[in-house]
């Protein structure tokens, strides 16, 4: 099992930036890959960015390319997400989720925290 504790959510105006971190406990985080959603009200839970176990590869969704950066610290069992130029369409609770694979689909991930608030206001 792994828990995971989102954190770092919060209201701000379009262009500012936010940093959600991910903290994990349970079994060897390294040996997870770490993505993560957003939902926003009235529709389905989407893909943002997913990092692998050693933090060699990511991938990001189209819509957050060159201004959402994922990072991990396997020491400190956390991953990060870096969200700069942020615009309303932002919008949602963020999750994190971990995977002992590596995928791009909610359905690639077991474990999931609870998820944390963004709101961008224009």
């Known amino acids: 099992q792994v828990q995971l504790v989102e954190s770092g959510g919060g209201s701000v105006q379009a262009g500012g930036s936010l940093r959600l971190s991910c903290a994990a406990s349970?079994?060897?985080?390294?040996?997870?890959?770490v993505g993560w959603f957003r939902q926003a009200p009235g529709k389905e839970r989407e893909f943002v960015v997913a990092i692998n176990w050693s933090g060699g590869r990511a991938d990001s969704a189209d819509s957050v390319k060159g201004r959402f950066t994922i990072s991990r610290d396997n020491a400190k069992n956390t991953v990060y997400l870096q969200m700069n130029s942020l615009k309303p369409e932002d919008t949602a609770v963020y999750y994190c989720?971990?995977?002992?694979?590596?995928?791009?689909?909610?359905?690639?991930?077991?474990?999931w925290g609870q998820g944390t608030q963004v709101t961008v206001s224009s």
């Open positions: 989720a971990a995977t002992r694979t590596y995928g791009l689909s909610r359905r690639d991930y077991n474990y």
């Open positions: 349970g079994r060897t985080f390294s040996n997870y890959a």
